[in-house]
C-alpha cells in the first residue's frame, strides 16, 4: 500500500509549512496513472497524522483523470473508464500523456494561532 508512504511524504511537507499553526485540510491532486486509491489514501491520512500537531485535519483528494494530445492530429482525448492511450480522434497510439501523471499537494488550510489570530506576513 504506497498511499501510506504518500501520506508519510505529504505529512512532512505540510508540517514544514504549517509553521506552527493549526491545519484543517489539505488539497492533493492525484493523476489517474499514480494508481492511488482516493478512500485508501484519506484512510492512511488519518493514521499518519494521529497524534501529531495535525491531528484531525482533513485530506481532500481530487482525482485527474488521464489527458492525452496525439502526435498524429491533434486530438486532446480524455480517459474515463478504460485505460488504452489512443487518440479518440484518430486511433492512433502515438499519444503524449498531458495530464494524469501528477501527485501534487495544491493548498493547505490552515488555522489560526491559539487566538484565533494569523500571523501577520
Known amino acids: 500500500m504506497?498511499?501510506?508512504?504518500?501520506?508519510r511524504s505529504i505529512y512532512s511537507i505540510v508540517d514544514r509549512a504549517?509553521?506552527?499553526?493549526?491545519?484543517?485540510s489539505v488539497q492533493v491532486r492525484v493523476g489517474h496513472?499514480?494508481?492511488?486509491v482516493p478512500e485508501t489514501l484519506s484512510w492512511c491520512w488519518g493514521v499518519v497524522v494521529e497524534d501529531t500537531p495535525i491531528a484531525g485535519s482533513r485530506l481532500d483528494v481530487e482525482h485527474v483523470p488521464i489527458e492525452l494530445?496525439?502526435?498524429e492530429c491533434g486530438c486532446r482525448t480524455t480517459a474515463l473508464e478504460r485505460l488504452?492511450?489512443?487518440?479518440?480522434?484518430?486511433g492512433s497510439g502515438s499519444v503524449t500523456v498531458l495530464r494524469g501523471e501528477e501527485m501534487l499537494v495544491t493548498s493547505v488550510q490552515l488555522g489560526g494561532e491559539d487566538d484565533g489570530q494569523v500571523p501577520p506576513a
Open 18 to 24: 504549517r509553521v506552527g499553526r493549526p491545519v484543517e
Open 2 to 7: 504506497h498511499e501510506l508512504s504518500l501520506c
Open 33 to 36: 496513472l499514480r494508481q492511488v
Open 84 to 90: 488504452i492511450l489512443v487518440c479518440a480522434g484518430c
Open 69 to 71: 494530445h496525439c502526435q
